[in-house]
């Protein structure tokens, strides 16, 4: 005889597995959209809060999600910041980062067989220009206000989950940001993968970019600021940063063509 108020086993798991698809809406839904707070992802996927609350209770107990404090960009208001769930390592593995240990081992025999860190550079350019064209003729054919945003779905059909949007004040320009990274692990190894990559924007978008934050090293998002193109010049405009610089790399490199020593680093 079963206490009252206790499930049979076959009971329990197969709520469990009735689950399991909303669940994974709700980690796929961080994936795309980067760190989320429970009432954006109860927008998003049309669920309760209550609902949302648990699946995450869910996800933390399998170490697919992980809860942090919402990172506040300029002035900081009264109150705690609002908590958001961002995948862990387990939790973007099961998005297709199965041959990592494989690309690291040939990213390490390169290294050390053919000139160290310039040569994995110089793969790492190579790399990134053989996916080039794709995104050079979607950015080309977008008018200028728009080719971050193009340069975003171009990324996104290669599976970086990317989005653009107006940088947060006092910044002056655009952030594209990248909610997924198919190599962040390979990239935590050789981040000459990321400052590749953000050469490459550079020269499509025509302009100095910043690497403000990377998922190989930590932040929930890939987010590269792209200032804002003067309109009569065609050069970008300058920009003073006066916002609290524990959350973004110094400023002094923003006038590189790509900067390079913050391309694959957390700033903060």
């Known amino acids: 005889m079963k ?8 009971e329990l798991a197969a709520g469990l597995r009735s689950d399991r698809p909303t669940r994974n809406r709700v980690a796929r839904s961080i994936l795309d959209h980067g760190p989320s707070t429970v009432t954006e992802l109860a927008k998003r996927l049309g669920l309760t809060p209550a609902a949302v609350r648990r699946h995450l209770d869910g996800l933390l107990t399998d170490d697919v999600v992980e809860a942090r404090e919402q990172r506040v960009y300029g002035a900081r208001t009264r109150g705690r910041p609002a908590k958001v769930f961002a995948l862990t390592d387990c939790g973007r593995d099961a998005f297709d980062q199965s041959y990592d240990k494989l690309a690291a081992d040939a990213l ?3 290294a050390e067989r053919h000139g160290g860190g310039e040569a994995v550079a110089a793969f790492a350019r190579a790399r990134i220009a053989a996916l080039a064209d ?4 979607a950015v080309d054919a977008a008018p200028p ?3 971050t945003e193009a340069l975003a779905k171009a990324l996104s059909a290669d599976g970086y989950a990317a989005t653009a949007r107006s940088a947060p004040e006092p910044r002056t320009g655009e952030q594209l940001c990248q909610h997924h990274c198919p190599v962040a692990h390979v990239a935590e190894q050789f981040p000459q993968l990321c400052e590749a990559e ?3 924007f550079a020269e499509l978008l025509g302009t ?5 934050a990377t998922i190989a090293h930590g932040d929930g998002v890939c987010t590269t600021f792209i ?3 003067s309109t009569t010049t065609g050069m970008s405009e300058p920009h003073t940063d006066t916002s609290d610089t524990s959350d973004t790399s110094d400023t002094s490199e923003s006038h590189t063509h790509a900067s390079a020593r913050t391309a694959g680093r957390n700033p903060a």
């Open 145 to 147: 206000e728009q080719r």
């Open 227 to 229: 200032p804002k193109i």
């Open 208 to 212: 100095h970019v910043q690497r403000l």
């Open 108 to 110: 390490t025999w390169i």
């Open 134 to 137: 794709a995104y050079r003729a």
């Open 198 to 200: 953000t050469e490459l």
């Open 3 to 10: 206490n009252v108020g206790e499930a049979p086993q076959e």
